[in-house]
């Protein structure tokens, strides 16, 4: 899950880490990645560079559409 690499990211964050990290995330939609809301604020904090991966087609420029098995 999720929940361990946020603690990490959010340890970072809050130790002024500087170092580059990079997330892939993938969910069937955008709603279902988990903790989205809150990655985006740890980008903001860090340089931090989320790849965002649905399985369904959005118009969202956000997101990259690519089937999840």
């Given at each position: ?21 990079r ?32 399985d369904?087609?959005?118009?969202d ?9």
């Amino acid at each position: 899950g999720i929940a361990p690499i946020l603690g990490m990211l959010e340890h970072a964050a809050g130790t002024g880490d500087r170092r580059k990290f990079r997330l892939i995330v993938a969910g069937r939609t955008p709603l279902a990645i988990p903790a989205l809301s809150r990655l985006r604020v740890l980008q903001g904090r860090l340089d931090l560079t989320i790849s965002a991966f649905v399985d369904a087609p959005t118009p969202d420029p956000d997101f990259q559409s690519a089937p999840i098995s």
